[in-house]
């Protein structure tokens, strides 16, 4: 089978290093023509300690990629552990396709058509699928920058949704040398600009910021159910058919809470490496495993349509608790309910 894969991110990258183990040998596009420092586009660098297992499966060590470990963390005023790091993401995109070449090129619909088997990883995007049922995505936007204490304070990770209008949160990564990304991200915010403003002002006292990189970006929060169809046949002229398969963001494999697409775009890449042969039982595989962000969608869709001042559900805060739980967050029942009053609140503000 001659297969393509189009967008050599974390799912295009560690499908093509998964299909090679198996002896079949896929080439890779990626114009890779983005106008940020590092030379990537979602550069997010925030990732679970649990992610180890996948690159050791094709024999890679996360520990040579951690920059900087993120435990405790700060959620608005609660401190607690996090089994969260911050990786050096764009070594770990050249690692993943060391026995690939990568062609820095779009994969142009006529080159697309000498293939049996194109991938489509080209994350938000969605290049080479037909649109799909919903196109939800928020527009996050992050600064890489240096941070110098005036006294002895250190500025440690955090996660902060209180000060934050709309249904969005602030965060701070630390990736080393005193380098930190700092972002915003959030559906019905209306300045992004702002929050950073306010957030430099309120911190000014106790650190210096200088601004190296900004990083504009969008990120489907569709879902996977949100997201479908994820494959197509298309008829050849020869009469012979060619697969068209998504995976990873192009699918919608993004946490809807916390727009955390890098885990989740590794295990859609392992899940298409073990069904490329049955497209139908991939879709099913993908909607299994990703059952519960058809729940944070939910929750997202209620929150963004509600008109009526009612607060948060019950399911709500109990898709926060297990969203927390699931990332290994020991975050107690009673704070997400704190945090959801925060977030209803957010929802007003967005909607003044
Ligand atoms: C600012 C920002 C911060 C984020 N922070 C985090 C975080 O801290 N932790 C986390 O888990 N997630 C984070 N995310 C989300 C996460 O980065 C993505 O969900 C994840 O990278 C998706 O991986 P992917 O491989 O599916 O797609 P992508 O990483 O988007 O890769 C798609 C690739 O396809 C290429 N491409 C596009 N069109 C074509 C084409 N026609 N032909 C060939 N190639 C093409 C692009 O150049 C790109 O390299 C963040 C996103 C943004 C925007």
């Not at 602030?170 to 930190?180: C, N």
């Not at 915010?189 to 970006?217: H, I, K, N, P, W």
């Not at 494999?253 to 989740?264: C, D, K, L, N, Q």
């Not at 590794?266 to 059952?291: K, M, N, W």
Request: aromatic share 8%; glycine share 10%.
């Amino acid at each position: 089978m001659k297969i393509a894969i189009a967008g050599a991110g974390v799912a295009g990258g560690y499908l093509a290093a998964l299909l090679v183990q198996e002896g079949l040998a896929p080439e890779i596009y990626d114009p890779m023509a983005h106008d940020t420092r590092c030379g990537h586009r979602s550069c997010g660098w925030g990732a679970p300690v649990r992610i180890a297992t996948y690159l050791e499966s094709i024999g890679l060590d996360l520990g040579e990629y951690v920059l900087e470990p993120m435990t405790p963390m700060r959620f608005d005023d609660l401190e607690t552990s996090a089994p969260l790091v911050t990786i050096d993401k764009p070594r770990l995109l050249r690692d993943l396709v060391r026995d690939v070449t990568v062609r820095r090129e779009s994969l142009a619909p006529e080159a697309a058509g000498r293939y049996d088997c194109v991938i489509d990883a080209t994350g938000v995007e969605r290049a080479l699928l037909p649109p799909c049922r919903s196109e939800l995505t928020l527009p996050p936007l992050q600064h890489r920058v240096s941070v110098e204490p005036t006294g002895t304070d250190c500025l440690g990770a955090g996660v902060f949704g209180h000060d934050v209008p709309g249904l969005g949160y602030l965060w701070v990564f630390p990736i080393g040398r005193d380098d930190y990304h700092i972002g915003v991200g959030g559906i019905a915010l209306s300045s992004l600009e702002t929050v950073f403003d306010r957030f430099y002002q309120s911190m000014s006292g106790r650190f210096r910021f200088t601004r190296r990189c900004a990083c504009r970006g969008e990120v489907r929060v569709a879902s996977p159910h949100g997201s479908m169809p994820f494959h197509i046949e298309t008829r050849r002229k020869d009469g012979s058919t060619r697969l068209v398969v998504g995976v990873g963001e192009s699918i919608g494999t993004v946490t809807p809470f916390t727009a955390e697409g890098i885990a989740p775009s590794l295990e859609c890449a392992r899940i298409l490496g073990t069904h490329l042969e049955d497209p139908d039982a991939y879709t099913r595989a993908v909607l299994d495993q990703f059952s519960w962000m058809r729940g944070q969608r939910d929750t997202l869709d209620y929150l963004l349509a509600r008109r009526d001042g009612a607060g948060p559900r019950l399911r709500d805060c109990w898709r926060f608790y297990r969203n927390a739980r699931r990332s290994g967050i020991g975050i107690p029942p009673f704070e997400v309910v704190r945090q959801l009053r925060g977030l209803s609140h957010w929802a007003d503000a967005a909607e003044d």
